[in-house]
């Protein structure tokens, strides 16, 4: 069992940046591959980035590539996400997963966060 806790969302401008945090419960957070989704209002999830259980490997939704970075710490069971060049269409709730691999399908996670609100005004 994994427990996900998002933070770091907030308001900022167009341009600006955010830096979000999961902090996760257990044990076994070093062996579970973790991702981070958005859900705009109105629209499905979907994919932002995703990072194997050893950081090795990093995977990038289109419209984020070159602009967000997803890291993790397994000594401190946390998994980020460094958001820059913020536009008002990044606008959204974000969530973090854990699952078995790093892939874009929401229904291959199997533990998720309660998601931290982005705001970016233009």
């Known amino acids: 069992q994994v427990q996900l806790v998002e933070s770091g969302g907030g308001l900022v401008q167009t341009g600006g940046s955010l830096r979000l945090s999961c902090a996760a419960s257990?044990?076994?957070?070093?062996?579970?591959?973790m991702g981070w989704f958005r859900q705009a209002l109105g629209k499905e999830r979907e994919f932002v980035a995703a990072?194997?259980?050893?950081?090795?490997?990093?995977y990038y939704a289109d419209s984020v590539k070159g602009r967000f970075t997803i890291s993790r710490d397994n000594a401190k069971n946390t998994v980020y996400l460094q958001m820059n060049s913020l536009k008002p269409e990044d606008t959204a709730d974000y969530y973090c997963?854990?699952?078995?691999?790093?892939?874009?399908?929401?229904?291959?996670?199997?533990?998720w966060g309660q998601g931290t609100q982005v705001t970016v005004s233009s």
């Open positions: 257990g044990r076994t957070f070093s062996s579970y591959a």
């Open positions: 997963a854990a699952g078995d691999h790093p892939v874009v399908s929401i229904y291959e996670y199997d533990y």
């Open positions: 990072i194997s259980w050893n950081g090795g490997h990093t």
